[in-house]
């Protein structure tokens, strides 16, 4: 029986060359001389420092930036609170969301149910599995989530006939 996986998953090595990009650019940037400007990165926590809220939001924007140079869709960053660091620096917690939530995945399933395709959805972990009689019938399932579900990037793997 013909099934595929519906998936979010984030290149780590791209997250990382895109942190590195940002820090090398904050470095050499003239309106960011002699500040504490830079992002750091652990698994897929990103947190950005700046001495100011300003600067904060510059780093925020050249790293969204970055990450889309390198194909990583911006829609998938959870951005926290800004805090208070020593003194007068501020930082920010970015977090980098993989795999399908539990909301999101009963979203998907109840839409494809919904559309009445001859389809079974099962919600596998932080994946949804899709399996169906027919190929044709996967695709048009396929079509139907990736208009529907537009605000999280989702992808499409272990197409299996």
Known sequence: MPSFDIVSEVDKQEVRNAVDQVNKEVS???????????????????TVYADTEFQLDQVHD????KLAKRGVDVKCL???NVEKVSGNKV?????????VETELAKKVVK???????KVQASIQGDS???????????????A??????TDFPLQFQNFRD
């Open 28 to 46: 050499t940037r003239f309106d960011f001389k002699g500040s504490d400007a830079r992002v750091e990165q652990s698994e897929y926590v990103l």
């Open 62 to 65: 050249i790293l969204a930036q």
């Open 78 to 80: 959870d951005i926290g």
């Open 91 to 99: 930082k920010r917690s970015v977090t980098v969301k993989t795999g």
């Open 111 to 117: 839409c494809i149910k919904d559309s009445k395709l």
């Open 128 to 142: 949804v599995r899709v399996s169906g009689a027919k190929r044709d019938v996967l695709q048009e399932t396929i």
């Open 144 to 149: 139907l989530v990736k208009k529907t579900i």
